[in-house]
């Protein structure tokens, strides 16, 4: 889990490599691989988003506990309901988006990175959203909340051998499911 304000993700492990995108606090992450001072990450379960992150950006075990997450908050604008949302960052592929997600980034200067509670990632321009204000639209994104509500996500996790790592899903869990999900390093149900 990202615990840093901010954490780039870099092609290779250099702070000026190439960035794909940025993740907000909170955001949850599989560690693919851990190598020296760097950890190769994916966001979601679909492999759309990965890439290399200093080690100390993240939380493992009862520290992500102590991290409290800052996604944004925002509403679909109205002319943009119902449309698809992009597969990649170069807008080059759209796919439906079926449920509310969380903003947990942006990629470039002016999209948002989506992620949903099955694991799937989007990218849609920053623009075809807004501060809800009192607004009426229902929100489109949704903030982090109980097990029940990401146990889809949970169970496509560890159906893929994935790690599981918003502490939120520990502290909620049936008696005996930590020990059924791959754990990473330091996790202690």
Request: charged fraction near 20%.
């Amino acid at each position: 889990m990202v615990r840093t304000f901010s954490a780039m993700l870099r092609a290779c492990p250099d702070h000026d490599a190439p960035s794909p995108g940025a993740l907000f606090c909170g955001t949850p992450v599989r560690v693919l691989k851990e190598a020296e001072q760097w950890c190769e990450v994916a966001v979601g379960m679909d492999d759309r988003l990965s890439g290399l992150v200093p080690g100390e950006q993240l939380a493992f075990g009862h520290d992500m506990d102590r991290v409290k997450s800052a996604f944004p908050q925002k509403i679909l604008r109205e002319e943009y309901q119902g449309r698809p949302m992009y597969a990649s960052p170069d807008m080059q592929s759209t796919a439906l988006l079926e449920e509310g997600a969380w903003m947990v980034g942006t990629a470039g200067d002016s999209l948002y990175i989506l992620l949903t509670s099955m694991g799937d990632t989007f990218f849609a321009p920053q623009a075809w959203f807004e501060e809800g204000h009192g607004c009426q639209a229902v929100p489109f994104f949704i903030p982090c909340c109980s097990f029940d509500a990401v146990q889809p996500f949970v169970r496509h996790v560890q159906q893929r051998g994935g790690f599981i790592f918003h502490p939120s899903l520990r502290r909620h869990a049936p008696q005996g499911f930590q020990q059924a999900a791959h754990l990473p390093r330091g996790y202690a149900p």
